[in-house]
C-alpha cells in the first residue's frame, strides 16, 4: 500500500521552528519527487517546498525561501521540512505528496492527482 504519513506539526510561537517530517512506504522512495503543501483555511493550497528524487535539486515558494529547508533521507523512505522564523501566515495544514514531475512543477501544480498524497499536518503559529 502506497503511504505517506506526516508528523511534527504542533503550536508554536512566532519566530519559533519545527521540523515537520514525511514517512514514505509501499512505493520506490528514490523515484519521486516529493513536496510539502500547505492550506490553510479559505486559501488555495500552496507548493511551499519540493525536492529532488536524488536531493540534489530543491525549490521553495517565495513566502519561504531563507527560512523553510527541504531534505530527504533515502535509508529512512523520509522527508523533513525544517521550518524557521515561523510567522502566523505560515499556519495552515501541512501535507507531503509524491510525484514523478520535475520539482519546480510539482511545487507550482494545482492539481490533486499526484501519485501520492499523506493525510496532513496542522501547523499554528501565535503570534
Known amino acids: 500500500e502506497v503511504q505517506l504519513v506526516e508528523s511534527g506539526g504542533g503550536l508554536v510561537q512566532a519566530g519559533g521552528s519545527l521540523r515537520l517530517s514525511c514517512a514514505a512506504s509501499?512505493?520506490?522512495?528514490?523515484?519521486?519527487?516529493i513536496g510539502w503543501f500547505r492550506q490553510a483555511p479559505g486559501k488555495e493550497r500552496e507548493g511551499v517546498a519540493c525536492?529532488?528524487?536524488?536531493?540534489?535539486?530543491?525549490y521553495y515558494a517565495d513566502s519561504v525561501k531563507g527560512r523553510f529547508t527541504i531534505s530527504r533521507d533515502s535509508a529512512k523512505n523520509t522527508v523533513y521540512l525544517q521550518m524557521n522564523s515561523l510567522k502566523p501566515e505560515d499556519a495552515g495544514l501541512y501535507y507531503c505528496?509524491?510525484?514523478?514531475?520535475?520539482?519546480?512543477?510539482?511545487?507550482?501544480?494545482?492539481?490533486?492527482?499526484?501519485?501520492?498524497w499523506g493525510q496532513g499536518t496542522r501547523v499554528d503559529v501565535s503570534s
Open positions: 505528496g509524491a510525484d514523478r514531475r520535475a520539482v519546480r512543477a510539482l511545487c507550482e501544480s494545482q492539481t490533486w492527482a499526484l501519485d501520492a
Open positions: 509501499g512505493f520506490t522512495f528514490d523515484d519521486y519527487v
Open positions: 525536492v529532488s528524487k536524488s536531493d540534489d535539486e530543491t
